[in-house]
Structure formats: structure tokens, C-alpha cells
């Protein structure tokens, strides 16, 4: 049995019990390959834009014997990816933009999908690309593995299109998980917003109304953090 790192273990909670899952990027394989062999999903659709990591993601399946309930596909992104009779879509390990424009080149029939994103970078504009085209993010899991910290993003459309506050698109509904992971990833980003604000601060020409913003936002981070520790 493939034993996943906590971030792939995370985006593996979140898929739908029992349903049928496109694993966009797959590389490795391993994402499936544990869904479909813990009885987590009934069939996988593992895919990749080059052949290598497609390759590796198909010995994977050899290896485990799934060939039955894994297929895959060479393809950019849900390029002629069949959707219909699937329930969910989970894209890890890539940029948030991109994974925005993945799924933007099917927006339309989107609906009814359970979505399960991990951005490895751009977190901020994926949650607003979400919020501007009417998609509701269900919930978010954190994971800490290899040092770094994820958050995974649920999400669902709804047809309901969000204002995004600066708040949201950094820390989305990571602050609503009590675990200790995303303790560290609301820790990491309030670092990384009270390094920008010091960078913004020390400028030959220093930008008030940026410095205003930024403020902001480290004083709305550090609250959450605050709250988080006294609760
Ligand atoms: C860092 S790996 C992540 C693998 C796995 N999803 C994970 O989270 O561990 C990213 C994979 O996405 C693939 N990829 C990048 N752009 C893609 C695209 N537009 N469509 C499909 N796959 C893509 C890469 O070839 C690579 O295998």
C-alpha cells in the first residue's frame, strides 16, 4: 500500500467517498493509486502533460495491479478529458494560476464537481479566481510536510460570485482548521506579510497606501493567530 505525505494524504480526505476522481498532474501516480486501493474512490482517471511522470503514474498502477480502475491520459490541463460520470477534480502540486486556468478552460461544466486544489505557490489569487467565478470554498485542510506548509482548498460551484478581501485571498478558510498544521501555515504567512510590510517600510520612496494595506492585513494575521492561541 503507497503510504502518502500529509499533503497528498489531506487532498485524499477530501475526495468524494466512493465517487470517481480526475487526478490532474498526476506524475507519480500516487494520489490515485492510494484513492482507488483504499476504497476511497471507485475509479481514477490519472492524467499529465508529459509523458515522463505519465509513465511513472502507469508503472504505479501496473505495480498495484489497478489497470481496471485507473486509466490515464496524455493531455494539457482537462484537454478532452471525459467528464462526464465523474465527481471530482483534484489538482496538487502546481501553481495557483495555473491551476485556475485549468479549470477555467472548462468553466462551464464545472458544475456539480467536487474540486480538491492544492496550490504549491499563488494560494491568494486561486481563493479570488474561485470567489470571482462563482465557486464556494467548502472548507480548507492544512498540511505541513517536507517543511513547507499547504493549504488544500474544497471547493464547490454554487454560481455565487464573491467579493474577495485581501483577508480572504491569503488565508481563506485555513483559519477554520484547528490543527496544529494550520497553525504553521497561518505562522508562515503572517512571516512572510510582516517581511513584505518591513520591505515596503524601508523604500527610498516609501508607497502609503501600500504600507496601509499591508498593515492591515499583518494586524487582521496576527488577530487570527492571537485567537487561535488563547482558544
Ligand atoms: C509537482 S508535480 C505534482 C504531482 C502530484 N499531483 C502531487 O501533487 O504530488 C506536477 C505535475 O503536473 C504536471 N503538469 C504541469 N502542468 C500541467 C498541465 N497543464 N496539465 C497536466 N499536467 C501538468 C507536471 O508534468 C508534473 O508531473
Known amino acids: 500500500m503507497i503510504q502518502l505525505d500529509k499533503r ?3 487532498m485524499a480526505e477530501l475526495m ?3 465517487g470517481v476522481g480526475i487526478d490532474v498532474g498526476a506524475d507519480h501516480g500516487y494520489l490515485s493509486v492510494s484513492l482507488v486501493a483504499s476504497g476511497r474512490a471507485k475509479r481514477m482517471l490519472a492524467t499529465d502533460i508529459r509523458p515522463g511522470p505519465l509513465s ?3 508503472r504505479c498502477i501496473r505495480e498495484n495491479g489497478l489497470e481496471d480502475q485507473i486509466g490515464t491520459m496524455l493531455t494539457d ?3 478532452g478529458v471525459p467528464l462526464e460520470g465523474a465527481t471530482d477534480i483534484l489538482i496538487g502540486g502546481m501553481g495557483g494560476l495555473l491551476i485556475a486556468s485549468i479549470l477555467e478552460a472548462r468553466l462551464a461544466e464545472l458544475k456539480g464537481f467536487n474540486l480538491v486544489l492544492q496550490p504549491m505557490t499563488q494560494a491568494g489569487p486561486l481563493r479570488q479566481w ?6 464556494a470554498i467548502v472548507c480548507e485542510r492544512c498540511a505541513v510536510a517536507a517543511g513547507k506548509a499547504y493549504s488544500i482548498i474544497n471547493a464547490r460551484y454554487d454560481g455565487v460570485k464573491r467579493k474577495c478581501t485581501p483577508l480572504f485571498a491569503l488565508v481563506g478558510k485555513a483559519a477554520d482548521d484547528d490543527s496544529e498544521d494550520a497553525a504553521v501555515y497561518l505562522q508562515k504567512l503572517l512571516a512572510r506579510e510582516q517581511k513584505m510590510l518591513d520591505g515596503l517600510m524601508s523604500a527610498v520612496h516609501p508607497d502609503e497606501d501600500k504600507i496601509a494595506e499591508s ?10 493567530t492571537e485567537q487561535r492561541a488563547e482558544g
Open 215 to 224: 498593515r492591515q492585513l499583518v494586524e487582521q494575521l496576527r488577530a487570527l
Open 16 to 18: 468524494t467517498p466512493g
Open 8 to 10: 497528498l494524504a489531506r
Open 130 to 135: 474561485l470567489c470571482e467565478n462563482g465557486f
Open 77 to 79: 490541463g482537462l484537454t
Open 56 to 58: 511513472s503514474a502507469e
